[in-house]
């Protein structure tokens, strides 16, 4: 029998699945609640707008190769996906309205929505579920979300059902459901990817990647809790100040990535109110292991000691955030382990630095979208490490083209990283050797291996032993330098109703325009 409370099936095994749920560290209350968070009537009419930084016109509307945040905040207002995460981290349902898993997490049923339509007024089928698995799951479409997928055995459907049959047990796995790219497209995008049509509330009118894009409420959307707006519009502004000014102006009513040495000043504008949250998100330098100089591993602790964590924490971040410890798992994860801070250390930098047998200077790529005050951690980190005898040498990259380029391209540059909702998540997606986005290009078979043994692992402290040892690979292994993990600080004008702070992701979880309303 299935429930709308629960959200999964109930019957006699469930309270044997929630147990091994709760060993495998995902909370069992999470899985089966459906409620949100309790918010003023939300007003429907009018427009609203959000100017965003990092857009540019190299955007696609294929999902699966979505990087940066505009389109993918854009394609959570045009598409969905199966399952979302909600603000507390939940998993909750989407376009599958419930969700059933064999007791040993092997087997994963999705029972897909009836009644819910395409943009093009076709009606959404298990079968576009199956096909867009398919293709994301597709070596040649280099998907985002290609590394979440490799664990999928076999997929077949029964009338509304979808069922998912995995190669090891997985209880995290609705999580990877919730991935960005992985939206729900006709015939799983495979007949026209950037054709932009989807499920979500508004459907585009326009599409001019790098400079703006609107949407229009689509009128036989099937949910009722957002799409207030009569029309939403995104406007790409990836210059800080001017993105503040258009909030100012009230030429925008939203605005993301504030500037932490500018949120004190955005305060006591009238009718703007700061929108700050912490989470998962962090900063970061990343290393391509397998490309010299930073396959030596010397050199990298070089590096990671020669960052000074607090003064960027005190400098960049302003306070708005916490100081980082070369991995993407901090205490906002449910097992996570504390392990030794790593602090700067000139003189221990300067040992691994000779150790490596470098010479000569170490360049970095730097850009104002790679996260906010990017050009100024990377000459503050410039200053830190010369005081170790490490040269630094800078190259700031324009904007416009830096995540398809320069990002995940070249061995040495910054970027950042909104967080995952599971440590299993998390690795997956950027640590996993088969994982698109291993940005590090870190490629270690035991790592991988306790990466699989960790979901299976139905012990909730052998599991979170084995993420702690994974954690410290990462730390004195690989190639992430993390010296900050960020609040994630947006702002938004007078005219907006019904904002939630959400740890996930800045602004809303992305979803700010579809779930807030124009007010007064």
């Known amino acids: ?90 998993i909750h349902p ?66 509304q059902d979808v069922k998912i049959e995995l190669k090891e047990p997985d209880a995290d796995f609705p999580y990877l459901m919730a991935d960005y790219h992985l939206m729900i497209q006709p015939n799983g995008g495979k007949d026209n990817p950037i054709a932009g049509i989807g499920t979500g509330p508004y459907h585009l009118s326009v599409n001019e990647p790098g400079i703006r894009h609107v949407g229009e409420r689509y009128p036989h959307y099937w949910r009722d809790d957002r799409g207030f707006a009569d029309q939403i519009e995104v406007i790409v502004i990836n210059d800080a100040t001017a993105r503040m000014s258009a909030l100012q102006g009230g030429i925008v009513d939203i605005v993301n990535r504030v500037e932490p040495k500018v949120v004190d000043l955005m305060k006591r504008v009238p009718g703007v109110t700061i929108r700050n949250v912490a989470g998962r998100g962090h900063y970061v330098f990343v290393a391509h292991c397998n490309t010299a100089p930073f396959d030596n591993n010397d050199l990298r602790l070089a590096l990671k000691y020669a960052v000074d964590r607090e003064e960027m924490v005190k400098k960049i971040l302003m306070g708005y955030g916490s100081v980082g410890n070369d991995t993407p798992i901090n205490k906002a994860y449910p097992l996570f382990t504390e392990m030794e801070q790593r602090k700067y250390d000139p003189d221990k930098a300067a040992f691994h630095y000779k150790k490596s047998g470098h010479s000569g200077s170490v360049l970095l790529h730097t850009s104002d979208v790679a996260f906010p005050g990017a050009v100024d951690a990377a000459q503050l980190y410039q200053q830190s490490a010369a005081k170790a005898g490490i040269t630094l040498e800078i190259k700031r990259e324009p904007g416009d083209g830096y995540w398809s380029s320069v990002w995940n391209k070249q061995p040495f540059s910054a970027s950042y990283w909104a967080g995952r909702p599971t440590q299993d998540q998390m690795y997956t997606t950027a640590y996993y050797s088969k994982a698109d986005w291993n940005e590090t290009r870190f ?53 907006v109703g019904g904002w939630i702070d959400d740890g996930s992701q800045e602004m809303m979880g992305a979803y700010a325009l579809s779930k807030c309303w124009v007010q007064g």
């Open 1 to 90: 029998m299935y429930t709308k409370n629960t959200f999964l099936k109930t019957e006699p095994t469930r309270r044997d699945f929630l147990k091994a749920t709760a060993a495998f560290g995902a909370a069992a209350g999470p899985i089966g609640s459906s409620s949100f968070p309790a918010r003023s009537a939300p007003v429907r009419g009018g427009v609203l707008k959000a100017g965003m930084v990092g857009g540019a016109a190299t955007d696609s509307l294929d999902p699966a190769v979505w990087t940066s945040n505009v389109p993918t905040f854009l394609g959570r207002h045009w598409a969905e996906q199966l399952v979302e995460v909600s603000p507390a981290g939940e």
């Open 94 to 159: 989407a376009l599958a309205e419930e969700i059933s898993p064999s007791t040993d997490a092997k087997v994963w049923t999705f029972k897909i929505r009836k009644g819910v339509t395409f943009h093009n007024n076709k009606e959404m089928t298990p079968d576009d579920v199956v096909a867009t698995l398919e293709r994301h799951a597709d070596a040649k479409s280099k998907s985002g979300a290609l590394g979440l997928l490799g664990n999928i055995q076999k997929i077949s459907t029964a009338a």
């Open 443 to 495: 490629f270690r078979d035991d790592f991988d291996k306790m990466l699989i043994s960790a979901r299976g692992e139905l012990d909730r402290e052998k599991r979170k032993k084995i993420y702690a040892a994974m954690g410290q690979i990462v730390r004195d292994e690989g190639g992430v330098i993390a010296p900050m993990f960020n609040d994630f600080i947006d702002a938004t004008g007078p005219r």
